[in-house]
Nanobody
Framework: QLQLVESGGGSVQAGGSLTLSCASS??????????LAWFRQAPGNEREFVAT????????IYGDSVKGRFTISRENVKNTVYLQMNSLKPEDTAVYYC?????????????????WGQGTQVTVSS
């Protein structure tokens, strides 16, 4: 059973930065063959697409609300995906989840993803 473990969440003031990490716990999982993504969910809201990256790291797309501020990257040798978040705003406050898709194309719907982590809380104060 694939498990994803997020880390790096916390509390920060508006304008600050955080870097989230998500690591796969399964040694033989073909990490580099899978699309990875970050989503987030604020209280009372639906889970929202943040960013996704291809298996080799050459392609990525971002949600409109984070474009120009967040950067997704991955280190396949470490089975880890990252989300660098800059210029954070109070509206970025949410639980952030990483997810794995067994397909090739970059997709933005939660239903497209097969495995999910437990989430890490990010709180941005004004």
């Amino acid at each position: 059973q694939l498990q994803l473990v997020e880390s790096g969440g916390g509390s920060v003031q508006a304008g600050g930065s955080l870097t989230l990490s998500c690591a796969s716990s399964v040694r033989d999982f073909a990490f580099s063959s899978h699309v990875l993504a970050w989503f987030r969910q604020a209280p009372g809201n639906e889970r929202e697409f943040v960013a996704t990256i291809s298996g080799d790291g050459s392609r990525s797309i971002y949600g409109d609300s984070v474009k120009g501020r967040f950067t997704i990257s991955r280190e396949n040798v470490k089975n880890t995906v990252y989300l660098q978040m800059n210029s954070l705003k109070p509206e970025d406050t949410a639980v952030y989840y990483c997810a794995v898709d067994s397909g090739y194309f970059l997709r933005t719907m939660t239903s497209d993803y097969d495995y999910w982590g437990q989430g890490t809380q990010v709180t941005v104060s004004s």
